[in-house]
T-cell receptor, first 114, second 112 residues
Framework: DQQVKQNSPSLSVQEGRISILNCDYTNSMFDYFLWYKKYPAEGPTFLISISSIKDKNEDGRFTVFLNKSAKHLSLHIVPSQPGDSAVYFCAASGRVQAGTALIFGKGTTLSVSS | DAGITQSPRHKVTETGTPVTLRCHQTENHRYMYWYRQDPGHGLRLIHYSYGVKDTDKGEVSDGYSVSRSKTEDFLLTLESATSSQTSVYFC???????????FGSGTRLTVV
């Protein structure tokens, strides 16, 4: 059963507008959440993270919001740029064991048109 | 990515043959991971290591084994490759969970 869900496989946005990517999780033991961006033929790169003790984390054009009661997080990109076109993966982890590994969603492909 | 390299980058192999993928890091990070990426499945964990000779299984470990005899190298072995193991394989490293992972550029494996 999927523990991290990204229900929208794709999203199209115009340059300059806001992009909102959503992620839901089922495991209440998750306490750390991350977003990764992936371009074709490259490995994923870390974008932004948030701990469960916070409900918002901002880094430049990127903001992640966490709603623990709804087990939902979202990534906002403002303003969106064509270079943001990529696959975005949501990931989560919990302090269940040493070396706990990230669980990833299936990804959302963002297309930003100019 | 700087500090982590995967080899080979591309490989075509025949069903039933053994295959070993290598991940090498120069960051001296404790944790290393192998993921596979498939359409419709995202990134799925195969195996991970939390120290030399310390490894554990992920959600899709069947048909794979790993070894880590030194900090810098993490090997993924397909004992007898099958077509279902055609995928892109990513290695990742992390110093601790709070810093996120650094991924390699991936190995595209095709089993024919």
């Amino acid at each position: 059963d999927q523990q991290v869900k990204q229900n929208s496989p794709s999203l199209s946005v115009q340059e300059g507008r806001i992009s909102i990517l959503n992620c839901d999780y089922t495991n209440s033991m998750f306490d750390y959440f991350l977003w990764y961006k992936k371009y074709p033929a490259e490995g994923p790169t870390f974008l932004i993270s948030i701990s469960s003790i916070k409900d918002k984390n901002e880094d430049g054009r990127f903001t992640v919001f966490l709603n623990k009661s709804a087990k939902h997080l979202s990534l906002h990109i403002v303003p969106s740029q064509p270079g943001d076109s990529a696959v975005y993966f949501c990931a989560a982890s919990g302090r269940v064991q040493a070396g706990t590994a990230l669980i990833f969603g299936k990804g959302t492909t963002l297309s930003v048109s100019s | 990515d700087a500090g982590i390299t995967q080899s080979p980058r591309h490989k075509v192999t025949e069903t039933g043959t053994p295959v070993t993928l290598r991940c090498h890091q120069t960051e001296n990070h404790r944790y290393m991971y192998w993921y596979r990426q498939d359409p419709g499945h995202g990134l799925r964990l195969i195996h991970y290591s939390y120290g030399v000779k310390d490894t554990d299984k992920g959600e899709v470990s069947d048909g794979y084994s790993v070894s880590r005899s030194k900090t810098e190298d993490f090997l993924l072995t397909l004992e007898s490759a099958t077509s279902s193991q055609t995928s892109v394989y990513f290695c990742a490293i992390s110093e601790s969970r709070d810093y996120g992972y650094t991924f390699g550029s991936g190995t595209r494996l095709t089993v024919v």
